[in-house]
């Protein structure tokens, strides 16, 4: 059975230049816990699950404690063991931060690296990026908000741009019922679209959205077919009409080259 290894009362030299004397700071045991997978390279995009990884690493080396704790104080009269423990501290912190600093692209890091232990680091990253993160939310509800659909698009082009909005929501960490995103599809149908959104709303049993989209699908292939069907009868009576038009021309022209015949016969006659 593996066993917690002490860091030595001669132990590592601090960068400061503080040799540790003791220190209650123990190491994770060879073994006895699994380490968890260096975290990629942060890059300024999707810090909430690098943020989440990096804790679980951190945390799997006894580290995690010190993105909260600040610098112990030695007091006025710091005795050997207080000034051992201050030092072990200040080596434990100092890994961690660096842990978070090699956690970080190049260009994050120069702008990071001053910071003076892990906690300032940790937070300092906390106020930039998840006040972006609030931002982005903010804009993607926005979006799902002034979504709406119009009669000039089809309506299943319509409907895939409202799902991505959905997964974008749900990227942020936002949680949409079904009930809900039923609800919210039904209510943003385009205008011509009215007589089936209330056929929808009064339905009393539950739909999930799947069912949902496939009964759309189903409703404007019928549309298209009934506005082929229109189309090809008006095509059809324009040429009855026309035809009919042709027919009546091809009875009254003999009559009107009958009279003109027989008018030009009348003046020939007075003439001789």
């Not at 993105?67 to 501290?89: C, F, I, K, S, Y």
Request: glycine share 4%; net charge negative; proline share 4%.
């Amino acid at each position: 059975m593996a066993t917690s290894e002490t860091i030595p009362e001669s132990g590592p030299v601090h960068p400061s230049g503080g040799t540790v004397y003791a220190t209650p700071y123990v190491a994770p045991a060879h073994g006895s816990v699994e380490l968890g997978e260096r975290p990629e390279k942060f890059n300024g995009k999707d810090f909430k699950r690098w943020q989440q990884k990096m804790l679980f690493y951190l945390t799997t080396l006894n580290l995690a404690r010190f993105l909260q704790e600040d610098a112990p104080d030695l007091g006025e009269n710091p005795d050997r063991q207080t000034v051992a423990a201050v030092d072990a501290w200040k080596h434990s912190d100092f890994l961690c931060k660096n842990y978070i600093l090699n956690g970080l692209d190049n260009a994050l890091y120069n702008v990071y690296s001053p910071m003076v232990n892990a906690k300032a680091l940790w937070e300092s990253l906390e106020r930039k990026y998840k006040m972006e993160d609030a931002g982005s939310k903010k804009f993607v509800v926005g979006k799902f908000r002034d979504f709406k659909m119009v009669d000039s698009k089809t309506l299943i082009s319509q409907v895939q741009e409202f799902q991505l909005i959905l997964l974008d929501i749900h990227a942020e960490g936002m949680v949409l019922g079904e009930s809900f995103q039923v609800a919210a599809l039904i209510e943003k149908l385009p205008p011509t679209w009215k007589d089936f959104k209330n056929y929808l709303k009064h339905k009393r049993k539950e739909m999930k959205l799947e069912d949902l989209i496939v009964r759309l699908r189903i409703e404007e292939d019928n549309r298209q077919s009934e506005k082929k069907a229109g189309n090809y009868h008006q095509e059809a009576k324009a040429n009855v009409v026309e035809q009919e038009s042709c027919d009546l021309s091809s009875l009254t022209s003999p009559t009107i080259e009958s009279n003109d015949v027989q008018q030009r016969s009348r003046k020939y006659e007075k003439e001789l």
